[in-house]
């Protein structure tokens, strides 16, 4: 496997039972160096913007057995913006991204192309596909409240965080970064506009310090006791609490308690994805469309749940036991395409409020 643009930018994750319910840049490349030429036959070209460890293995993986090399290019921002200025000649075949509004920009960008797949159909519940194949969901990751493990608290509604017991006690990264906006889109999505700019000023003014850093500060600032809980993605605090015993990481992964918020409309959880789609230009379709197969066998959304932590798309696949741990996972029941038509405005909700501030 042959990797091009190595981005090292700081880290950015269904099983369960039967009650879960499947609902729904700055232009500026990671590196400077040139796009991979056009493969044969027996390789795949993939722009994706996860980090390199969560997917290097899985694709590893998908080499050994089919013997199809992967050109890799890892681009931090700018996706879109680099397959457009390819044009036709891009040798991109397969885009990966996080969120589903990045996966509705690529299409909506005319970056996609429509496939149709027996295998990704019969995998993937078709809430997590876009229309007409041109999208479709890997893993699933949850949108969760880290809280001190001394705390005593166990349950907790998004709506609460804004109550204002919590003044001065929350940490959260920055209300424009995706992870949040979707969150606060399937607020409005839930609530409406006006309940959630109340709410978002609320959230506003129970942080215990600025929002900013990323998911894992919040483990760390609840251990330096500089706030009580935080939100943040569960598969950080897979990622922490396995990490080397002593490590950073592990102690801030020790320091803390992961509580499943849900929406009190709906009594479910948020939940973002992972996805790809096949480029539309791209050079080796066939293969593409392999590679995303691969993607949701067993082997691969077991190495997804086992090395990042995060929820396989695949019903059967069981999840990883340290996750399995954080207690039962009851989806929200909002499809997340609708979640999505509101990402415009929570991010502009975000500067109304002056969230980050």
């Known amino acids: 496997m042959r990797f091009v643009n190595f981005d090292r930018s700081p880290p950015v994750s269904l099983k369960q039972s039967g009650r879960v319910l499947l609902g729904a840049a700055a232009v500026v490349l990671a590196t400077a160096s040139a796009a991979p030429t056009v493969a044969s ?7 994706t913007t996860r980090e390199p ?10 080499t050994k057995q089919s013997g199809v090399k992967v050109n890799t290019v890892f681009v931090k921002d700018g996706l879109i913006e ?9 040798p991109a075949d397969v885009l990966m991204t996080v969120d589903v509004g990045n996966l509705i920009d690529l299409v909506e960008n005319g970056v996609t192309q429509p496939i149709s797949s027996d295998v990704l159909n019969a995998a993937i519940p078709e809430n997590l596909r876009g229309p007409d194949g041109n999208w ?7 949108r969760v409240v880290y809280t001190d493990k001394d705390s005593g608290l166990t349950e907790i509604t998004y709506e609460e965080l804004a109550d204002p017991k919590y003044k001065g006690k929350v940490c959260i990264r920055s209300g424009q970064h995706p992870y949040n906006t979707a969150l606060f889109a399937a607020m409005i999505a839930h609530n409406g506009a006006e309940a959630t700019e ?3 000023r609320g959230l506003k003014a129970n942080l215990a310090r600025q929002a900013t850093g990323g998911d894992r500060h919040v483990a760390r600032d609840i251990l330096g006791g500089i706030c009580d809980l935080g939100v943040a993605n569960a598969y950080y605090a897979g990622q922490m609490k396995t990490a080397e015993p002593g490590s950073d990481n592990r102690q801030w992964g020790d320091a803390i308690e992961v509580i499943r918020p849900t929406f009190q409309k709906s009594g479910g959880t948020f939940v973002n994805i992972t996805g790809a789609a096949v480029a539309q230009s791209a050079p080796n379709r066939d293969e593409a469309i392999k590679l995303l197969e691969f993607l949701v066998s067993d082997d691969a959304q077991t190495m997804y749940a086992n090395a990042n932590f995060e929820y396989p798309v695949k019903a059967g696949v069981p999840t990883n036991p340290t996750v399995e741990s954080f207690g039962e996972l009851v ?3 909002l499809p997340l395409t609708e979640v999505a038509k509101y990402r415009k405005q929570a991010s502009e909700m975000v500067d109304t409020v002056r969230f980050n501030d």
Not at 53 to 62: Q, R, T
């Open 331 to 333: 989806v929200d029941n």
């Open 82 to 90: 680099r397959v457009k200025a390819e044009g036709d000649k891009s």
């Open 136 to 142: 479709y969901a890997l893993s699933l990751r949850d």
């Open 198 to 200: 109340q709410w978002l």
């Open 41 to 47: 036959a027996q390789e795949v070209n993939l722009y």
């Open 53 to 62: 460890k969560l997917i290097v293995p899985i694709l590893e993986e998908y």
